[in-house]
Every structure is written in C-alpha cells, then in structure tokens.
C-alpha cells in the first residue's frame, strides 16, 4: 500500500466525500439529471484513477460505509422476506421467468442473506477479502439490474430497501453506481485487506453463526407478520379520511406477452374476465380528486365501491387472502375455527380477496362461509397482511391488529 501523504488524504477522504454528497444529492432528485449522472460518473472516474492511492485509514472507512450499507440494505429486507419474494416474482415476470416462480421465496431468503453476511464481515473485518469479492458480484449484479429497470422501468420499484425507503429508478440505479465508487478501492486492495487480530478459523465460525441466526430471523418472518412494519397498514394507524371521498381510480395493465400498456377506470376493466385476466398482470394504480387516504377500492362482485365499511364499522374482521386458491384443507379449517370463533364473539367479518367472483361463489357452495366477499388489487392485499390468509382487526378505519394465520387468536382460545 502507498505510503501515508497528503495526496493519500485528498484520494481516500476527498473521493468518498464526493460520493457521500452524490447519495445526498441523489435523494431530492427521483428523475434523471444529466449533471447527476455526470458527477457521479466522475466520482467513479476518480475512484478507480486513484484507487490504489487510498491510505490505510480511507479504505477502513469505505469497508465500514460498504458494510453498514449492505446491513441496513438486508435488514429492512429481512424483517419481511415476502415482501422481497413478492418483488423477486415481479422481476421474472419482467424478463420472462416465470419458471422460477417456485423458487421466488428461496432466492429472497439467500439473496437477503448473502447481502447480511457480506455487509457484517466487511464492517467487522471478518473474511474482508472474500466479503470484499461478493460484495462485487452482488453489485454487479444490482447495477445492471437497475440499469436496465431506470431504462425501461420494467419493474416500477426495486425493493432494494424493502418498504422502508421507496426510490424511483433512477435513483436506485445512481445509488448503486456511487456504492460502486465506494466499493473500487476495496477491490484494488484487496490483498491489504487482512485481520490479524483473529485467526481464519475464527473469521469462519463467526461467519457461519451469523448465517445461521440471520436464517432463523428471516424463517421466523415468514411464518409470522413482520417485526417491524414499514407498510401503511400497520396496527395502530387510522385509516379513515376526514371526508370520504373515493375519487377516480385508475389501474393499469401490461400485457404478459406484449409488454403493452392499458389504463382504465376502476371498476370500468375486465376484471371479471379470467381469460383475459390470465393474459394481463397489474402494473400501478391511481387516484384522481376524492379525499381517501387508502390506495385502492373495495369491491363487491357487481364492482360497486364498499370501501367505506372499514371506516363505519365497529370491530370489524377482515380475512385478508389475495390468493384463496392457494389454500390448503387446514387454512380452510382454520379460518372456519376463526370465523365461529368471531361469531361467538358478537363481531362481523368480511373476507377481502384477489379472486374472480365466479370462484368465491363456488367456494361458498363447498365450504358455505363465505358470504360477504369483497375484491381488491392483489398488490395492496400483500401489503395489508404478509399472510394468505390474514387477519386484520379495524375498529371505524383504526387498524387496531393483524395476525398471521399460524397466529389466529383462535389457538390461544
């Protein structure tokens, strides 16, 4: 490594400075800048010009920034792996493959842990070189990635930091190139990069302990709601507006094959349609003038807007299953243990869903509970409850709890 200088000062805090105040920068402009992009283009210019003239002190502080990133990154991730799978789903929808849908949940759950376990060995210098190598193989693969998603915006958002922290495109795919810039002195020194202090049998077992608990967490968030909800529907927010007022909504489609786009007025689609809905995939929704502070419309099976029942009724259960025909014999069991249990409580539920009317009505025929149904865009189902089904208690638009279905209040009954 060079020798300590003053030229070393300005090459390993200078460059990292810039690139601090490119993030900076990049977080109050969502759309494309010309002199954004320029800047962090010479940023990563410079970085990779005087990467090797990084001091000892410039390239602990990059290790530390680089892995307090990838921390943070995993972390807003791992207390929700579905929301990750649910994003994970939407790429291979993008690039035609669907084939891996059944694996959707597995590669979130090792994606979420590769970007933990590189983030803690880089900012605790455990294994710093090979930490340092998969650091770049995940970036390289974030880049172009976003790349592709700021240019065509075949996936509206990323998810990179779960729904914590919501950034255009454009921004995700500068955030990636200034990490980049970050991340080059790390690769150009990667033979500096030791730890002395603890033998490699060490850096391993702690490696692999942290694997393991970071595995456990995720798992356990699978199975129960998230421990930390970035969502809008969290328990104790009260949804109802000050005057109801549904507004237009509008969604858009894209079609699976084409690519092509479709807008309509909500509830003016063919949403009733299966082979048509089997042919388009929701893309976005929004709402023109109305006063509503929830994203979507609910439903009945005429298309007549409901939403306000969940602003007018009192300790209202809501069984929340975007995808009902995913259901085995004991969720069917459950939910009916849940609804009698509700029932005797004195309180009313209703079921909300992603499904096809058609479907629920010979449903009800088979297992005859249920009778008040409401549909919704399955994007904002996912985000109400992690869970198919969920549970959801709302008291007059208070979202007073949730449950996940291993957590039904009926098993503690």
Known sequence: MAKFSHKNKVASFGITALALGCAVWT???PDFSVLLLATIL?????????CTKYN??????????????????????????????????????????QWLDDAALILAITLILAEFIVGICLFLNMLPRLATLGATLLMIFFTTTTYFDAMYNL???????GTAIKMSNWQTFF???IIDSVLIPLIFNNKSLV?????????????????????IFEIHNVRHLPPIDFMDWKVGKDMTPEQYDAGKIFVTYQNKETAELQEF?????????????SQWEFVSQRTEGGSQTLGFAMLDADGEDFTHILFETENLYIFVAPYIDEFSDEDFELCGKMIEAIENEGAN?????????????????????????YYGDELELKTMVRSNPGLMLIDNGLIVNKWAKIDFPIKKQ
């Open 175 to 177: 955030k990636n190139l």
């Open 155 to 161: 996936v509206p958002d990323c998810g990179c930091f």
């Open 349 to 373: 539920y209703i079921w909300l869903t992603a499904m096809l009317p058609d479907y629920m009505e010979q449903l009800n025929e088979d297992y005859k509970m249920f009778y008040d149904v």
């Open 42 to 50: 010479i940023t990563l210019a410079f970085s990779i010009v005087f």
């Open 265 to 277: 007025e909500s509830p003016n689609y063919p949403w009733n349609d299966s082979v048509w809905m």
């Open 195 to 215: 730890n002395k202090r603890v033998t490699k049998l060490g850096q391993w077992m702690f490696a692999l302990i942290f694997a393991a608990c970071y595995v």
């Open 27 to 29: 977080g109050f402009r």
């Open 56 to 97: 000892k002190a410039g390239l602990i502080i990059n290790r530390m920034l680089v892995g307090a990133l990838f921390i943070f990154s995993s972390f807003t991730k791992g207390v929700d792996p579905l929301g990750t799978k649910y994003k994970i789903l939407d790429y291979l929808s993008a690039y035609g493959m």
